[in-house]
């Protein structure tokens, strides 16, 4: 098991990471904020991955099973221990007992992974999907009418 230096675990524990100031603001304080971890990383993965419909929300454990293979190893079995707790979390009395600290540095480090890469290259490959489209739909349309032309004469 590989050690991590204890202020830089305290740093993630505590959603103040460095780059990523949003992830979130405040730290765990009960079994109630397990799902807002959850749904903020079933979000991102649906954001960074796909694997969600337009409009559906899926739980993290949907994204898990749709997508989860996407992820390292290591962040796979801290997104199936989040979802877990997930799911646990809404039986209160089970709920109490998850270790919400290890929870909330799993949510921290699935959100470091998936929240760099992805803004601005999730933007420009929209916008190049889009140029694509529309560039092969001109070319059909002037094969189209140069096929046309050719057909009556004109060419």
């Known amino acids: 098991m590989i050690q991590l ?9 505590r959603r103040r990471h460095p780059v990523y100031p949003a992830a ?11 799902r807002r971890m959850a749904d903020d990383v079933a979000d991102l993965m649906v954001s960074r991955l796909g694997g969600g419909a337009r409009g559906e929300r899926p ?10 293979g996407a992820l390292p190893g290591r962040l796979r079995r801290r997104g199936w ?8 979390a809404c039986q209160p009395r089970i ?10 540095r799993d949510h921290a480090a699935l959100s470091a992974h998936l ?7 999730r933007v420009q ?17 002037a094969a189209g009418a140069v096929w ?3 057909q009556r004469g004109h060419i």
Request: glycine share 6%; no cysteine.
């Open 5 to 13: 230096h204890r202020v830089r675990l305290e740093r993630l524990a």
């Open 24 to 34: 979130m603001s405040k730290a765990p304080h009960s079994f109630e904020d397990i």
């Open 59 to 68: 739980t993290l454990e949907e994204m898990m099973q749709r997508r989860g």
């Open 81 to 88: 221990r989040l979802a877990r707790a997930d799911r646990l």
């Open 95 to 104: 709920a109490r007992q998850l270790p919400l600290a290890a929870l909330a």
């Open 115 to 121: 929240r760099p890469l992805g803004e601005l290259s």
């Open 125 to 141: 490959g929209r916008v190049l999907g889009v140029t694509a489209k529309l560039v092969l739909a001109l070319l059909l349309i």
């Open 148 to 150: 046309l032309m050719m």
